[in-house]
């Protein structure tokens, strides 16, 4: 078991920007993605993770509140997640080694035609993503 934080960007038109993982990433090369995702590391708080890797992945520092927990479970990878959301409006710097391209999606779209199963490159996004964004609108009122 471990943390991770999982971050949904969003922008003033509500939409949520998703990252397209790297190509040379081990899991889910090319999928779509939450905005911000990664482990806390041994000694860092989960707002520390979070604030390190929004500057890591986006190149960005930004405002965020902790909307929702989810507890360890073998579908999420034994994983503790805190669940934040962030608005900001870019511009983003995406890091190179994790992140091939990033682009907003409006919620009610990404939450009706997005999916893990899908094999539709411009719609298929991680179930761990997919699960955290699912969290982020249930706890902000727009599932």
Same mark, same amino acid.
């Given at each position: 078991?471990?943390?991770? /934080?999982? *971050?949904?960007?969003?922008?003033?038109?509500? #939409?949520v @920007? *998703?990252?397209?993982?790297? &190509?040379r990433? +081990?899991?889910h090369p090319? %999928? %779509?993605d939450i905005? /911000? !995702?990664? $482990?806390?590391? /041994? !000694?860092?708080?989960?707002?520390?993770?979070a604030?390190?890797e *929004?500057r #890591?992945e986006l190149?960005?520092?930004?405002a965020? =509140?902790?909307?929702?927990?989810r507890?360890?479970?073998?579908e999420? !990878? %034994?994983e503790? /997640? =805190?669940?934040?959301?962030?608005? $900001?409006?870019g511009?983003f710097?995406?890091? &190179? +080694?994790?992140?091939?391209?990033v682009?907003?999606?409006?919620?009610a779209?990404l939450?009706?035609?997005?999916?893990?199963? @899908?094999? +539709? $490159?411009e719609t =298929?996004?991680?179930?761990?993503g997919l699960? !955290?964004i =699912? *969290? %982020?609108?249930k706890?902000?009122?727009r599932?």
């Amino acid at each position: 078991m471990h943390r991770a /934080v999982h *971050l949904v960007v969003m922008n003033e038109k509500g #939409e949520v @920007l *998703l990252q397209q993982r790297s &190509a040379r990433k +081990d899991s889910h090369p090319g %999928w %779509w993605d939450i905005s /911000v !995702g990664g $482990h806390v590391d /041994v !000694g860092e708080t989960y707002e520390d993770a979070a604030t390190r890797e *929004l500057r #890591e992945e986006l190149g960005i520092a930004g405002a965020f =509140r902790e909307v929702a927990q989810r507890s360890p479970a073998g579908e999420n !990878g %034994w994983e503790f /997640v =805190r669940v934040y959301e962030c608005r $900001h409006e870019g511009p983003f710097a995406p890091n &190179a +080694d994790e992140i091939d391209a990033v682009r907003w999606v409006p919620a009610a779209q990404l939450l009706t035609q997005f999916s893990p199963s @899908l094999t +539709d $490159h411009e719609t =298929r996004i991680t179930a761990s993503g997919l699960e !955290g964004i =699912r *969290l %982020w609108a249930k706890a902000t009122g727009r599932a």
